[in-house]
């Protein structure tokens, strides 16, 4: 049970706003702004892309009447209306969904001899060199180390979000650490 | 059973979050949340509170006005016609009283005025006993027609009882003002 002075869950602030509490939604928008935005620029790679589906993704929130259903969080309904935004974006003009793509980890799983603790903390801190190795993930990997990252979602929630199995999502978030983790390291030996 | 335990691995997840740059433009921000406050609904007002509104809509205040004529006109129609004996007694007791019209006159009107009082005599008494049975409908009363008054005027005058012919007359006068009676009278003498 929530104490008192416990700040109010975003689905309560959700169902503020939605009962006339124009500043709930103020709340609401500035836990999440920055987690979205980051997540969008990411996986999209595109800054202006990105914009413009964070914009439809909070306009469509701030004109829908529905609230997050079952169990699904407030945060994870988000995350997936952006994500659904984007992949009608790029159906919409005829760009190849790379999420959608394929793809065998194990093909792509490579020994992962940077798990020490002395390489761990001489990882990279050059923004470009992590944007770069975030980019050298292959898609599926990338979405779901950055609904990690950005999202600060549960690998069941990400499972959830996705659509793909809870094992699965467990192995793409296992081998884009490694690799994330070889290529900043890399970075670091050059 | 779902395994949501920090892994090893969140010192990777924390690397970047530190790293993490990237805000939205301040122009989003600014679109985003006026937006927000523009659309935000309406609070949701009493239930009192939505009636008096729905009041003051125009095309409420026609259907309640169509309903309160519709209301009105059927009441109207169904009100039960008022009992008959209630307007005569009106009317007999806004008139002047017959003594009083009676006392200056001339003897022959004097006598007009207690004749009509002795003929109304039944009439009243009959029309309490219908007040006292709560009758809503009109109890008919059974005035002789013209005709009739006249002929009863020719027997008199042929009884040899022209005062009391004369009364009658007097009192046909006053219930058919318009029309000729002496020439009726005649007409019927004739015939």
């Known amino acids: 049970m929530p104490a008192p002075n416990d700040p109010p869950s975003d689905e309560a602030?959700?169902?503020r706003y939605r009962t006339g509490d124009?500043?709930?939604?103020e709340a609401l928008y500035a836990r999440h702004r920055q987690g979205l935005y980051r997540f969008l620029v990411a996986l999209s790679n595109k800054a202006e892309?990105?914009?413009e589906i964070y914009q439809e993704t909070w306009l469509s929130l701030i004109r829908?009447?529905?609230q997050p259903q079952g169990r699904a969080s407030f945060r994870t309904w988000l995350f997936q209306i952006a994500?659904?935004?984007?992949i009608d974006y790029w159906r919409k003009h005829g760009i190849h969904n790379p999420l959608h793509d394929s793809y065998d980890e194990q093909l792509h799983a490579q020994p992962d001899d940077s798990a020490g603790p002395e390489q761990q903390l001489s990882l990279s801190r050059d923004q470009a060199r992590l944007d770069a190795a975030l980019q050298g993930l292959p898609e599926d990997q990338r979405e779901v180390f950055l609904l990690r990252l950005h999202g600060d979602l549960e690998v069941p929630q990400i499972a959830a979000l996705t659509g793909a199995p809870l094992e699965t999502v467990k192995s793409r978030l296992r081998y884009a650490q490694q690799k994330l983790r070889r290529l900043l390291a890399e970075e670091i030996r050059v | 059973m779902t395994d949501s335990r920090p892994t090893p691995d969140d010192d990777l997840l924390q690397h970047f979050r530190q790293h993490s740059t990237g805000e939205p433009p301040a122009s989003l921000d600014a679109f985003i949340l006026n937006t927000a406050r523009r659309e935000a609904p309406a609070p949701q007002p009493s239930l009192l509170q939505r009636w008096l509104h729905a009041c003051q809509q125009p095309r409420w205040q026609m259907a309640f006005a169509t309903v309160a004529g519709v209301a009105l006109?059927?009441?109207v129609v169904m009100r039960?016609?008022?009992p008959q004996q209630e307007i005569s007694t009106a009317t007999f007791s806004a008139a002047p009283p017959p003594q009083a019209f009676s006392a200056p006159a001339p003897a022959p009107m004097a006598r007009m005025a207690v004749a009509p009082k002795a003929d109304r005599a039944p009439l009243q008494a009959e029309m309490a006993d219908t007040s006292a049975a709560k009758l809503s409908k009109r109890a008919p009363v059974a005035l002789p027609s013209l005709e009739e008054g006249l002929q009863e005027i020719l027997d008199l005058r042929a009884a040899g009882q022209?005062?009391?012919?004369?009364?009658k007359l007097l009192a046909l006068y006053k219930r058919f003002p318009n029309d000729d009676l002496p020439a009726r009278l005649e007409a019927l003498h004739k015939r």
Do not use: K
């Not at chain 1, 994500?83 to 984007?86: A, C, F, I, S, V």
């Not at chain 2, 022209?162 to 009364?167: I, L, N, Y």
């Open chain 1, 13 to 15: 602030l959700l169902t």
């Open chain 1, 22 to 25: 124009a500043a709930a939604f």
């Open chain 1, 49 to 51: 892309l990105a914009e």
């Open chain 1, 64 to 66: 829908s009447s529905t």
């Open chain 1, 83 to 86: 994500r659904n935004r984007l």
């Open chain 2, 73 to 75: 006109m059927i009441g």
């Open chain 2, 80 to 82: 039960e016609p008022v």
């Open chain 2, 162 to 167: 022209t005062q009391a012919a004369d009364e």
